[in-house]
């Protein structure tokens, strides 16, 4: 079984709590569903950002799930544009195997 769409709400959110006080760009306003992910955070921070939702994830389920794709870090396409569908990408991911 894979995560509801508020277990991968909590997990993103707490992955960038997890990681503001290593992260090279501080957050100073409060994170919205249409935050950029992308505009946000430097290169480095997104794949420490992806990483420890990874980290989350397969602690809560249990077995890892790689979140990162061709996709990740295209400028039209990647689910790191809005944070929004960033945790849409999780949920789904997540949910993947159950299909």
């Known amino acids: 079984?894979?995560?509801?769409?508020?277990?991968?709400?909590?997990?993103?959110?707490?992955?960038f709590s997890n990681l503001q006080s290593e992260m090279d760009t501080k957050i100073n306003e409060p994170l919205e569903d249409s935050?950029?992910?992308?505009?946000?955070?430097d290169s480095m921070d997104?794949?420490?950002?992806?990483?420890?939702?990874?980290?989350?994830?397969?602690e809560k389920l249990g077995h890892y799930i790689p979140l990162a794709n061709e996709y990740s870090f295209d400028l039209a396409e990647s689910p790191l544009l809005e944070l929004k569908s960033?945790?849409?990408h999780v949920y789904e991911l997540s949910n993947k195997d159950n299909e």
């Open 1 to 15: 079984m894979g995560l509801s769409i508020e277990d991968a709400r909590r997990i993103v959110l707490r992955a």
């Open 35 to 41: 935050s950029d992910i992308l505009e946000i955070l």
């Open 46 to 58: 997104v794949v420490n950002l992806i990483m420890e939702t990874e980290s989350l994830i397969e």
């Open 86 to 88: 960033w945790i849409n």
